[in-house]
């Protein structure tokens, strides 16, 4: 087994600002995450959330410790989110196992110790502080929350999918679930809007292997994109803009974790106002 971790530090919108595409994209994205025997890590230094994932394979892999963490368990003052964008796939935390079909989700609360994975699963990982330990629950697709929005006429026709939300599963902090399109609908979250509460990642997946995301980021009035493909990750600050549109219909994971978990907490961003 191979465990993976990198560390991405904070910088503010200033610094951000004077980025060209390749420092843009070595603080803010990451591709390359699902590796055949590997658990990939990200220690983000924005809310302190970690972002990954694990690919078993034939074998088993398990997350037990991470220095970056500072405690002798990852899991020790930590809550996760599991989602599988694979084949039916096994996480086991505690005493108990759960299978997770494609598109489910496994909450594991504070404390439950070394969570292993195993079967043909391409599980994405998000994990961040918590104060107090809630109950592990594995949330079925007809168990979600699912919320309707746009229009073909906007080219926004979409379905939300919300996992962690207080509707649904009890958290400390985290939020998680997904975004789909419908076949000609392209555009996510616009008008766009950001909050300043709370960090959120994003991770694009179903996205066919000819066709690009481009992610739009950056303070209202300096925006900057980072182009994503398959199966890649953006880390989104708080005080910046998070919307995208692509070359084809999508599927993407939204996480937050910070001083808010209510979904509808948002601070709009009026058009005129985007540079």
């Not at 060209?20 to 055949?36: V, Y």
């Not at 026709?157 to 400390?172: A, G, S, Y």
């Not at 219909?249 to 601070?267: E, I, K, L, R, S």
Request: proline residues 4%; charged residues 25%.
């Amino acid at each position: 087994m191979t465990l993976k971790t990198e560390t991405r530090y904070a910088i503010d919108p200033e610094t951000t600002k004077t980025l060209d595409t390749d420092g843009l994209r070595s603080h803010f994205h990451r591709g390359d995450l699902f590796a055949e025997g590997v658990i990939d890590l990200i220690y983000s230094h924005y809310d302190r959330l970690i972002v990954g994932s694990a690919v078993p394979g034939s074998g088993t892999l398990t997350l037990d410790h991470m220095a970056e963490t500072g405690t002798a368990g990852f899991l020790d003052r930590r809550e996760m989110g599991v989602l599988n964008i694979g084949e039916a796939g096994q996480v086991s935390a505690g005493d108990d196992e759960h299978t997770l079909e494609n598109g489910e989700l496994l909450y594991i609360g504070m404390g439950s110790g070394p969570v292993t994975f195993s079967g043909g699963g391409r599980f994405y990982i998000t994990s961040a502080p918590a104060h107090r330990t809630c109950p592990t629950k594995l949330i079925k697709l007809g168990d979600a929350r699912r919320v309707d929005l746009g229009s073909r006429e906007t080219a926004n026709e979409r379905t939300i999918i919300q996992f962690l939300h207080p509707e649904v599963c009890d958290t400390c902090q985290l939020a998680m679930g997904y975004t789909q399109f419908q076949p000609g609908s392209l555009w996510n979250t616009m008008p766009a809007h950001l909050h300043d509460r709370r960090m959120e990642a994003y991770l694009y997946f179903d996205v066919p292997e000819d066709a690009r995301i481009f992610h739009f980021m950056g303070k209202p009035d300096e925006t900057r994109h980072l182009v994503m493909a398959n199966e890649e990750l953006v880390i989104s600050p708080p005080w910046s803009i998070h919307c995208g549109a692509g070359t084809a219909a999508y599927t993407f994971c939204w996480t937050m974790a910070g001083d808010n978990v209510d979904f509808t907490d948002m601070d709009m961003v009026g058009m005129d106002e985007l540079r």
